[in-house]
């Protein structure tokens, strides 16, 4: 393609069906709906991990987790295998970022010329104490909720920080972005809609809860989880966290709420495009690192491999990019090697070791039943890996020690049957199978995972000194304190 500004957003945790141009019936996302309109939205986008970092370490680099080895929450990328940024500034290419990264820290070689406000792992470590697996540990070294301990409207640091970083962007695009005379890459790591659910007055307000839609699938009405995710819910249970059935649905209100202001802030930058008269030559990509379950099946956050966690939001719009809509179907590896693209690099030369392949061939083809996506976890909660594979209309649950599950997303999008034990379905469950087997060994790559982590923990001292550092970093990932300005 003929290079151009290239500008990333990647949010934090918004689950792929809640926009207003993904259908959903009430979800308030009027910048991100116009932003679709005039670019290119991959309908069937999906996370290589849903788990934070993991699945930022596999977008920096282009490659599956197993391959790049960033496991879990405690192994943040930090710039030892390749990746997209390295290329752009060995091309002479300016890059920066602003915002969350989710990487092991400052002043390391992840690809970035400066890093503006940026958040990283807590004292480059993190959730380690979450690499103790198989078994899972007795207890968590903290009895502190997930998703805040208030929920509702007000201000967190997160939404503060949030705030900062738009300020931050809509000052580099109209200075830096403005003047500059060759090709640029800024990426803008935006939090919301990640928790704690603590949204805005006025965009939580949006959402009245007695107009909110029932989670599908709780176990109260009778669904039982499968049983590698009953052992992640015995675990950690966010949903037996909520005080009562009204906090619960605040929490939903609070997650809209969160999403619509992201949308504010996408908003911000894009009108910032238009003042600079950057909007004709800029390529806007927007996307989000994995998704969020809102309740359904009874569970919150992300963790597992059903649509409300892999399923990714994914817009392109642009110089040369086509209005319209593409279902094949796609992931964040893929737009690793699209970034490249954009600028004008090769990928293959520039990237060798990436897994996927530009988004702009690929909506050349706009549903292509042949093509596969794929997304694994090894991270908290889980004593054994899960994977999952994505061709055509099928998609593949394989966990290790435990039963497989695979749903026909045509007929059920849903994914409310398991068709694994059908005798109708024993062929189609074979081939998605080696479809798994062409990517990774899912056992081998359990083993391997398995072992880093315990090295890992090794290295700190053991699991008495891993759980006293998850005391530590109880409150999560902090929140830099902004200053300055970028440039």
Known sequence: MRAANTLVILSDEHQARAMGCAGHPFVSTPNLDRLAARGTMFTNAVTPSPICVPARAAFATGQYVH?????????????????????????????????????????????????????????????????????????????????????????????????????????????????AREPWCLYVGFVAPHFPLVAPPQFFNRYP???????????????????????????????????????RRTAIAAYYGLVSWLDHNVGRLLNALDAAGLTASTRVVYASDHGDNLGA?????????????????????????????????????????TLLDSLGLDPISALPDACGNSLHAIASRPFDLRRAVFSEYHAVGSNTAAYMVRRGRWKYHYYVRHRPELFDLLDDPEETINLADSPGHRRTLAEMDEALRSICDPEVVDR?????????????????AAFDLGRAAAAGTPAPKPSGTAG
């Open 67 to 179: 391959r790049c080895r960033y496991w879990d929450n405690s192994f943040g990328y930090n710039g030892r295998v390749r990746g997209w940024g390295h290329a752009l500034q060995e091309a002479g290419i300016r890059v920066e970022s602003i915002g969350k990264l989710h990487y092991q820290g400052e002043k390391l070689p992840t690809g970035f010329d400066a890093e503006h406000i940026p958040m990283h792992l807590h004292n480059g470590v993190g959730m380690v104490w979450a690499s103790i697996r198989d078994p899972l540990p007795e207890h968590r070294p903290t009895g502190k909720r997930m998703l805040g301990e208030h929920i509702g409207p007000g201000e967190s640091d997160y939404t503060r920080y949030d705030h900062a970083i738009a300020d931050l962007a809509v000052h580099w695009l109209s200075t830096i972005g403005r003047t």
């Open 209 to 247: 809860l007695d107009a909110l839609l029932e989670p599908k699938l709780h176990p109260n009405s009778g669904y039982r989880l499968h049983p590698w995710l009953q052992e992640h819910e015995d675990f950690w249970s966010h949903e037996a966290a909520f005080r009562n059935d009204q906090e």
């Open 448 to 464: 391997e995972a398995k072992r880093d982590q315990a090295a890992l923990i090794g290295r700190i001292g053991g699991a008495q």
């Open 297 to 337: 099946r009874g569970q919150w956050g992300k963790s597992n491999l059903y649509r409300e966690s892999t399923d990714v939001p994914l817009i392109i719009a642009g110089p040369d990019v086509e209005a319209t809509r593409c279902a094949t179907p796609v992931s964040l590896i893929d737009l690793s090697v």
